[in-house]
């Protein structure tokens, strides 16, 4: 099993902490998360950095997490376009992220369901795309997902697929 790079392990904690810490978001809201399945059996449950209530994380087992995705809520009163802009530009502000390709935001319409969606490519051959939606008035779903390399690519169906059970 291939350990998980360092860069990649710092990424993930940088931006799961800052989503906690930053201001303007509200504290994690704890939700039944009855339809966050395991896309399918090559993936495992990973240990949540906190509150596993608010946060789920898998991984495909062979991938030893060089590839992870993180189920996240929250509650704001923003709508989820306004969080992930706001998640946006402070993740261009930091030093971590400087020189990474930051892209504009856009929507996807999966299973009827619009999600706002913006991607990150990392210098260090770290890509991200981050999902978020409204599931209440004031709750929004963010999903990341993480890969190192042909990872993100590899494992990027098995995502869009995941996407799918909670549009």
């Not at 495909?60 to 802009?85: C, E, M, W």
């Not at 930091?94 to 009827?112: C, P």
């Not at 990150?120 to 981050?130: A, F, G, L, T």
């Amino acid at each position: 099993m291939k350990k998980l790079p360092k860069v990649l392990v710092f990424c993930m904690v940088a931006f799961v902490g800052f989503a906690a810490a930053h201001p303007s978001f509200a504290a994690p809201l704890t939700v039944p998360f009855e339809k966050v399945k395991l896309p399918n059996a090559e993936w495992t449950w990973g240990k949540p950095d906190k509150d596993a209530s608010t946060t789920r994380i898998m991984y495909p087992i062979k991938t030893g997490q060089a590839v992870n995705l993180r189920v996240h809520t929250y509650d704001v009163p923003v709508s989820a376009q306004s969080f992930l802009d706001q998640v946006r530009a402070n993740l261009a502000s930091r030093d971590d992220y400087k020189g990474a390709e930051i892209r504009l935001m856009t929507t996807q319409n999966v299973g009827g369901t619009t999600w706002d969606v913006f991607e990150v490519k990392r210098k260090d051959e770290i890509s991200q795309e981050i999902w978020g939606r409204k599931t209440d008035p004031n709750v929004v779903l963010m999903l990341i997902y993480t890969g190192a390399g042909t990872y993100f690519k590899d494992y990027y169906p098995q995502f869009k697929d995941f996407v799918k059970t909670l549009s």
